[in-house]
């Protein structure tokens, strides 16, 4: 992935860090500096907490993901959930509502959320943190979800 990628962990992992942003999620897919970067900070660094999910990424691969808030802040956990309740056998959730859910946790305007819905990439996006593919078997999901580690 491009530095231009990078750069934006960096920026998304201090606005954490500092209070401006609820979330940010790496994932390993788009880049494994990044995310061995942001994993090993939110580690290092007093006030941070992070969670470790396998999720699957825009190349249709799974990929481990790492959701970093304030420590105490549910909000790692919040979006695992919903990621879960959306791209499961028999979703709970709506890919438009786990858009805006994940939008908001990371910090974005309900306007900019709402945008991006209607956009190409909102609507057909094959990641997970997206809503998921249409066409994913529910044996790949129980797979997926045997696979997934959380980290406290």
Not at 42 to 47: I, S, T
Not at 61 to 90: M, N, S
Request: aromatic share 10%.
């Amino acid at each position: 992935m491009s530095a231009a990628y990078r750069q934006e962990c960096v920026d998304a992992f201090w606005d954490v860090f500092n209070g401006l942003k609820p979330l940010m999620i790496v994932s390993e897919g788009k880049s494994t500096a990044a995310y061995e970067a942001t994993a090993a900070w939110a580690d290092r660094l007093e006030g941070m907490h992070c969670e470790l999910a396998m999720f699957v990424c825009e190349d249709g691969e799974l990929h481990e993901h790492v959701f970093v808030c304030r420590e105490g802040a549910p909000y790692a956990r919040e979006a695992i959930e919903a990621i879960f309740d959306a791209v499961e056998e028999f979703p709970t959730l709506s890919r438009k509502a786990l858009q805006l859910k994940l939008g908001l946790l990371l910090g974005y305007s309900a306007a900019q959320v709402i945008e991006f819905t209607k956009s190409v990439l909102g609507k057909t996006c094959k990641c997970d943190c997206c809503g998921g593919a249409e066409s994913v078997k529910p044996l790949d999901r129980d797979a997926q979800i045997a696979r997934t580690m959380f980290y406290a």
